[in-house]
């Protein structure tokens, strides 16, 4: 009797053992998850883990993402994860208004299928010092799609936990009902003629009929792409027939700026011009030659990919898991007085001022810099200064220059009367100097 007491109690202990190892482990997997994060309506990395991210037209690498209902085409999404395991990474959409905030549709209005899908295309980096897992998705697809035009919300998140955000990207669904034009000229304020580009746009609705464009059209002007210097109207210059015409002097008035800085990093190996070292331990790095402050130069005419980035390998033959990562070293060269913030900027991170691409003063050097995780590669920069006030100013650096190669996309939504969504009904391109 006391023997089988004894076993008893030892398997009940066992037993515990057990269930506590069991209950750590589950634990600590739930610790190693993607975090929970507040979703933000932009362009945003959420993890400093998550980078190389791309959103595309097929294999139209340099264009906006857009999908057009009519023509049925898909876009390719693709990351890196420098975590390098294996994670369970799910996608969805949400339709949002012209403004990108969410629309009062429900995903039933606005979405294909089951919207949510899971990324089942993933594949490990082949010997790079800095491992990592990239993942890619092609959509519209069974299971997730839009059925309305108008702005989209690309959310990617782990483990079909929708608060566990990895990363969202805008991209834009068209169905061409009105077509418009655009052409660029130098600025009608005479301060600015040599620094600015205006944008004319003219609209022909077709068979739609618009009674009230102030009310039921806007205008969305894009330089190159980015959103952080967007600039939209509603008020017509002229409305007349199926014509209306966008063109007051005192509207869609963009900086020029300057031709981009860039840095070919294709080769960790050779290095390129801009390449000032590289040095390897447990990782790359590589460390850039002081950008000069262009603040007071004359334009010169140099050419640039108009703030993109390519992912591209001359060391191996494929970029996508053979392209290794290096921190890279970014130093600019300024006598002035800094009052604010200086922050690297392009297409590699959209535009977006974080902590990640700010630069600091090094006193020893005299320079201002800044350190990133950025896989081998073209890259176009520039750098910014946004003051105490929060103003950006984009020209800080560079200066503004009417020749600057630029290309601007504009988008033209209606929100038809009884509705309250906006609808992407034209949209067009037009490019200035752009230098091949």
């Not at 009797?1 to 750590?24: D, E, H, R, T």
């Not at 009062?104 to 209005?109: K, V």
């Not at 000229?185 to 464009?213: C, E, H, M």
């Not at 262009?294 to 993109?308: I, M």
Request: include cysteine; hydrophobic fraction near 35%; aromatic fraction near 12%.
């Amino acid at each position: 009797m006391n023997k089988c007491i004894a076993l008893g109690v030892v398997f009940f202990l066992i037993a515990g053992i057990c269930y506590g190892q069991k209950k750590k482990k589950k634990k600590d997997n739930d610790s190693d998850r993607s975090p929970k994060q507040e979703l933000i309506y932009d362009n945003i990395n959420y993890l400093p883990t998550i980078q190389s991210v791309q959103l595309y037209p097929g294999t139209a690498e340099s264009t906006l993402p857009v999908i057009d209902l009519e023509q049925k085409n898909q876009l390719l999404l693709s990351f890196d994860d420098l975590r390098a395991d294996i994670r369970n990474f799910y996608f969805s959409i949400e339709h949002c208004d012209a403004n990108w905030m969410p629309s009062r549709l429900s995903p039933l209005e606005y979405a294909e299928g089951f919207n949510e899908g899971r990324i089942d295309n993933y594949a490990s980096s082949k010997a790079t010092f800095q491992p990592y897992t990239n993942y890619q998705v092609n959509f519209p697809d069974e299971y997730v799609g839009p059925k309305l035009p108008g702005n989209y919300l690309l959310k990617v998140y782990e483990d079909a936990d929708k608060s566990r955000l990895i990363l969202t990207r805008k991209f834009y669904v068209i169905r061409k009902l009105m077509s418009l034009s655009a052409k660029v000229t130098p600025s009608t304020i005479v301060s600015l003629r040599n620094k600015n580009q205006k944008l004319d746009v003219f609209v022909k609705t077709g068979a739609i009929t618009v009674t009230n464009p102030q009310r039921d059209l806007r205008v969305v002007a894009l330089q190159n792409q980015r959103t952080d210097n967007m600039m939209s109207l509603s008020d017509p210059m002229f409305a007349g027939g199926s014509e209306i015409n966008y063109n007051n002097s005192q509207t869609l008035d963009f900086k020029g700026n300057n031709e981009f800085r860039y840095v070919d990093l294709r080769s960790l190996k050779l290095g390129s011009e801009r390449v000032s070292s590289i040095r390897i331990d447990s990782l790359v790095r590589v460390d850039l030659h002081p950008d000069e402050d262009n603040s007071t130069s004359t334009y010169a005419s140099t050419f640039d990919e108009n703030g993109k980035f390519y992912i591209r390998n001359m060391d191996q033959r494929e970029a996508t898991l053979e392209g290794d990562y290096a921190q890279v070293t970014f130093s600019l060269k300024t006598d002035q007085t800094i009052k604010g913030d200086i922050y690297i900027v392009g297409g590699f991170n959209n535009y977006q001022r974080t902590s990640a691409g700010k630069l600091h003063y090094n006193e020893n050097l005299k320079l201002w810099q800044v350190v990133l995780p950025l896989k081998q590669g073209l890259y176009d920069y520039e750098y910014v200064l946004q003051d105490p006030s929060g103003k950006v100013i984009t020209d800080a650096f560079s200066g503004s220059f009417y020749q600057t190669g630029n290309n601007y996309q504009i988008l033209l939504y209606n929100r038809k009367i009884g509705t309250f969504w906006d609808e992407l009904l034209g949209f067009g391109e037009v490019s200035i100097n752009n230098r091949k």
